[in-house]
């Protein structure tokens, strides 16, 4: 098998799939997910009829405001032609709503709210829309208020907006909300205009530690500014001062962080704690100081926020950890489950997603623990696991396995699968298990088992596989890489070690490591791993409850978390999760995170068109089945606060038609808090742009916050799509895949790939990075349209120039400029040359010839082209 790989010269790894990009893809159509269950309620009553109306603007006379609530759908109100218009009714009364009919006339509301108020003055979103159709509109709310209106920001017409009868029905009845005492705005993103420094971050006036403080620059004027993700309506605001306090300053609220209402000001401040009683609504909070009590700055030891009626979205169910709903596409067997009716639900999954790369269907399959018998041929966007504590819980007598048959024996394209916490036992008399995948496809937590047996990373006969990931995995007998070309194995034991190489293996804190020898073989080894946590997964307890663990931290690691040993970590109820079903709003998924709620995200793809915004320490962001974030509308997927460990596992995020200035934010700009004790974490995320629609994204992810640890991610601007959809330079557009500002971040299986910039931007000392691999784009069109000023084409790489401290290991940087050969890359990895800037064991490729990359990094390397297709650096400077 060796010899037989080693033998064969390595093909272009994406050459044959041009040749495929027509295939026709056979879709079973997709399972209709259930909707959440709506609980039963008494008939409300209608509340608005004859009620007092008023309105923004009326077109004339004849549409008075009056006419929307007149009970005679004849008679209408119609605004001016302009944007915003609202429509309100006084009920006279506080009431509970639970449902508002909208019937329009032909000119009705394209984007609107409906809100709530106790006074006319300060409102809470109810429901909101930017993809209203006209029509009659029955819809489903809760809320609480004497008056309610139709708040509308986007005319689906022309003309004003328009409606024949506005419908509030509910309840009257109950007392104005109280003011609560929980301090919204702990936890939450915080910036400010200005910081004294690195020391006394905005973030300290938010982590509720009294000890901890913000400070600000010694003039005037200066801000603090907290994002309490979602509009709220607040009620108190708590100052905690140092002794260098505001003499003049206002609160103030924004829903967009740019247009700011004054709900207090003062100029005679005193410091101390001052608690404020205060009335107003938005997303954004802040303290803007106009004049100083003393010669230093502003500084401020807490602010915290209190609010009446929560979030502006309705609260969220529960979750039963005995019998969760885990989404239609997920299938869940346990050791009564006959083995026919396993297989035969394998076998039909894998029909309809052996070819289906970008259709839209995600399943998971979940075995709890004990014995079964069963065949997994895994196909796109299945994910199969065990839920057990240990792999061991979960014995598959049979296979677990990757194939490549439906490309002809290349697996270039087997992508976006996954394989986690089973234990494997092959058929009698068999002792091969074919693993041929390349991007984003973890075969993590896993136990092959038997010293007689061996796993194939793919095999020259074939045809190619190229990247993959290997972790916290136990294989009892040997590891055959074939014709994998790169690979990266972290935290795991090979009981009979490892054989072959193409052109960038990498092993890291592995037990049966084959001995360094880069660049022949290609081995790049690494005796520990410095600081990591597993990725955390679901499982079941002896009780029969769903829990997700948590894995502890580990430091200087070898070997798996689990084999021969007690894993460390926490466990946390299926009870304080959320469970993500497809169709759930952005909204409703941050009113389930500012209620305290962890995340689980049912397979499918999930669209969103306000971002998911983590801004809770500690909480575990979980998906299933390779569960999927589409950001529409030029909307960010997801935002994490700067604050500490953060877990996110097991998602991909993708690009919508319209631009996304970014897909992920981790920390927002300016993070500057250390998390080196319990720093965020990212497992199994994936990102692509284009595919199965043209996607655009400026960039794709940002890491701001320091000390984040990535363990195992694939960035992806498409090279093909699925059949009729173009891919192309002007089309699926992206600068770049991952740009770093954070200090202290470590990436453990990095691949980033096509991008028309920069693939990789780091601005952040103290990086780590173990294993690479990157393709630079395909498509380039000529020269002249990938220049870095006068350089030729972007590094795969960039160090900038400022960073004096940086480490990467094991990197792999390849050219195919198919659209036009003679374009040149100057270098694959530009970096400032310093001592404590170093990389080591670096390839470049030109697959198959098809153009030139002029150095490894900087200046230093061979070129890869036509004649010499592979340079090998062992170490920079």
């Keep these: 098998m060796t010899s037989h790989a080693t033998s064969v010269r390595p093909r272009p790894r994406r050459a044959v799939r041009h040749l495929l990009v027509g295939l026709t893809v056979a879709l079973v159509a997709a399972l209709t997910p259930a909707g959440p269950s709506t609980p039963a309620q008494a008939a409300p009553t209608l509340l608005s009829q004859g009620r007092p109306a008023t309105a923004s603007s009326t077109e004339n006379a004849g549409t008075p405001a009056s006419a929307a609530v007149d009970g005679n759908t004849g008679t209408r109100w119609a605004s001016a032609f302009s944007d915003p218009q609202w429509l309100q009714v006084d009920l006279g009364a506080r009431a509970t709503i639970s449902q508002v009919n909208l019937l329009w006339e032909g000119a009705y509301g394209r984007a609107f709210q409906l809100q709530t108020s106790d006074d006319g003055a300060t409102w809470t979103t109810i429901y909101s829309t930017t993809t209203g159709t006209g029509g009659t509109q029955n819809l489903t709310v809760t809320g609480a208020g004497r008056y309610v209106r139709m708040n509308g920001t986007a005319r689906g017409t022309a003309y004003g907006y328009s409606l024949w009868e506005f419908q509030v029905y509910g309840e009257t009845g109950g007392s104005t909300p109280t003011c609560g005492s929980t301090n919204v705005a702990q936890g939450s993103p915080a910036t400010a205009s200005s910081t004294q420094d690195a020391g006394l971050a905005a973030s300290a006036a938010v982590d509720g530690n009294t000890g901890t403080r913000w400070a600000s620059a010694a003039s005037d ?43 207090y000001s003062t100029t005679t401040g005193a410091g101390g704690t001052q608690s404020l009683t205060v009335s107003g609504s938005g997303r954004y909070l802040r303290m803007y100081g106009t004049s100083r009590a003393t010669t230093y700055g502003y500084s401020l030891w807490e602010l915290a926020v209190n609010t009446t009626g929560g979030t502006s979205e309705p609260p969220v169910d529960g979750t039963d950890p005995r019998n969760p709903n885990l989404g239609p596409n997920t299938f869940v067997f346990d050791p009564s489950t006959p083995t026919s009716t396993i297989q035969s639900r394998l076998n039909t999954l894998f029909t309809q ?47 677990v396995r990757t194939e490549a048959f439906w490309m002809g024996g290349n697996a270039t394209q087997n992508f976006w699968r996954s394989a986690e916490n089973l234990s494997v036992t092959l058929p009698a008399g068999q002792t091969v298990e074919r693993w041929a995948v390349s991007q984003a496809a973890p075969y993590r937590r896993m136990h092959l088992r038997g010293g007689q047996n061996q796993i194939q990373l793919w095999n020259g006969g074939d045809g190619w596989s190229s990247g993959g990931l290997l972790a916290d995995t136990r294989i009892d007998g040997l590891v055959v890489s074939g014709s994998q070309q790169q690979w990266y194995s972290r935290n795991s034991e090979f009981g009979n070690g490892w054989t072959g190489s193409v052109w960038n293996m990498v ?111 500690d909480t575990v962001v979980l998906g299933l089945g390779l569960a999927t974030i ?57 990102f692509r742009i284009g595919g199965p629609h043209v996607g655009k994204a400026t960039n794709t992810l940002t890491v701001n916050s320091d000390n984040v640890i990535g363990d195992h991610m694939w960035l992806w601007r498409a090279d093909h799509a699925a059949s009729g959809v173009p891919t192309g330079w002007t089309l699926n557009t992206a600068d770049t895949g991952l740009t770093v500002n954070g200090d202290n ?49 972007y590094a795969a790489y960039k160090v900038a120039d400022s960073v004096t401290s940086h480490q990467a290991f094991g990197l792999g940087s390849y050219s195919y400029f198919n659209v036009n050969p003679a374009v040149v890359e100057e270098r694959s990895f530009e970096v400032p040359t310093n001592p404590n800037v170093r990389f080591t064991n670096m390839v470049t490729v030109s697959l198959g010839g098809v153009g030139t990359i002029n150095r490894v990094i900087n200046n230093a390397g061979g070129t890869a082209n036509a004649a010499n297709q592979t340079v090998y650096l062992t170490t920079y400077p």
Excluded at 363 to 372: H, M, N, Q, S
Excluded at 587 to 603: S, V
Excluded at 641 to 648: E, S
Excluded at 756 to 777: A, C, D, H, I, S
């Design 221 to 263: 004027p200066q801000w603090l500014r907290v994002d309490l993700g979602s509009t709220r309506t607040i009620c108190r605001v708590v100052l905690t001062w140092e002794a260098a306090y505001a003499r003049a300053f206002q609160l103030q609220t924004s829903p967009d962080g740019a247009t700011w209402t004054t709900i």
């Design 353 to 399: 997603q052996e070819t289906n790369q970008f259709g839209p269907q995600r399943y998971a399959v979940l075995f709890k623990p004990g014995t079964y018998t069963a065949d997994v041929n895994l196909g796109f966007f299945t994910q199969v696991a065990g839920l057990g504590m240990s792999p061991d819980d979960v014995n598959l007598n049979g296979h």
């Design 507 to 617: 092993f890291q804190g592995v037990n049966g490591a084959p001995a360094p020898s880069f660049p022949n073989p290609s081995h790049t080894v690494i005796a520990q791993t410095p600081q990591v946590r597993e990725k955390p997964f679901l499982y079941v307890d002896g009780t029969g409850e769903y829990r997700v663990f948590v894995p502890a931290l580990r430091t200087n690691s070898t070997g798996t978390s689990w084999y021969n040993k007690t894993p460390a970590g926490s466990s946390i109820s299926l009870s304080q999760f959320f469970v993500v079903q497809q169709g759930t709003s952005a909204a409703t998924i941050n009113a389930a995170l500012a209620q305290g709620k962890h995340l689980l995200f049912t397979p499918g793809v999930h669209h969103v068109t306000e971002p998911i915004q983590v801004n809770r320490a």
């Design 630 to 686: 589409q950001a529409d509308n030029g909307s960010v997927g997801m935002r994490v606060a700067d604050v500490d460990g953060v877990k996110v596992a097991g998602l991909m995020f993708e690009a919508g038609t319209t631009n996304s200035p970014v897909l992920m934010e981790v920390g927002p700009s300016g993070s500057s808090a250390s998390h080196a004790s319990n720093p965020t974490s990212l497992h199994d995320v994936f």
């Design 745 to 793: 971040v470590t990436m453990y299986g990095l691949f980033v790939e096509h991008y028309q910039k920069y693939q990789t931007v780091w601005n952040g000392n103290g990086g780590r990075t173990y294993f690479y691999q990157n393709e630079l784009p395909y498509d380039v069109p000529n020269q002249a349209a990938w220049m870095n000023g006068s350089t030729r084409g």
